[in-house]
């Protein structure tokens, strides 16, 4: 299976969440959410401030330092293999990733640059585990935004969901800052003993993150043609 790998493309994409508490409850550093104060209504003011929670915890997965993984895919851009690896235990996930990455894969990511990288090269570093191939050599990493002139040091980027609405590709089953409202709720039913509603927001999630995939593969194959990469 090895060899059968080697030198293959993949687009490939990460689903991050907080290390933290969940939306529900999480706190920032202490700091106490309240409402405006021309909130009046009970059920206004509880809206508001689980909003505040839940882009404050939002905004921490989106940093090494205090997000991790929960979720990363990989679709073959030409070819058939798909490959998605999930869980609460993100050494684990990682893990998984590793022997796909190891091996000199050429992978293509959307703002994968600024982002998607230097996230897994932190993670497996506070993991303490070995930083696979792909993610060292910058001649085997590929950004979508770069095929529209952007890239991650001018400090520019598009949107995926453009890119791909322009060469006709569906839209994302969901939108990205509720993966960790779905992370939660799989977190809550496991605590529960819940396996049905568990696998269901794992479904989600990953159908979410191969779903970026798919968009990022057919903008490459638009961009490169049937030629491939390099």
Not at 18 to 41: C, F, H, I, L, W
Not at 73 to 100: H, N, P
Not at 218 to 228: N, W
Request: proline share 2%; net charge neutral; charged share 25%.
């Amino acid at each position: 299976m090895h060899h059968e790998r080697q030198g293959k493309t993949y687009a490939y994409d990460i689903e991050t969440v907080s290390q933290g508490k969940r939306a529900s409850d999480y706190t920032n550093n202490g700091v106490e959410y309240k409402a405006p104060s021309n909130y009046k209504d009970p059920e206004k003011i509880e809206k508001n401030i689980k909003e505040q929670k839940e882009k404050a915890k939002g905004g921490h997965g989106l940093k090494w330092w205090t997000g991790k993984v929960c979720s990363i895919a990989f679709v073959e851009i030409y070819g058939d293999d798909r490959q998605v690896f999930y869980g609460f235990d993100e050494a684990e996930v990682l893990l998984k990733a590793t022997e796909l990455l190891n091996h000199g894969s050429k992978i293509v990511g959307m703002s994968s640059e600024g982002f998607d990288a230097p996230f897994l090269v932190g993670r497996y570093m506070a993991n303490g585990l070995m930083i696979p191939r792909s993610l060292k050599i910058k001649a085997c990493q590929y950004d979508v935004n770069k095929f529209f002139g952007f890239s991650a040091s001018s400090g520019q980027r598009g949107k995926l969901n453009d890119y791909a609405h322009g060469i006709g590709f569906k839209e994302k089953p969901l939108s990205g800052n509720k993966v960790q409202g779905i992370y939660d709720t799989a977190l809550d039913a496991k605590m529960q003993g819940d396996e049905l509603a568990e696998a269901g927001a794992w479904k989600q999630i990953t159908e979410y993150n191969l779903h970026d995939c798919d968009a990022v593969k057919a903008l490459t194959r638009a961009y490169y043609g049937s030629e491939g990469i390099g």
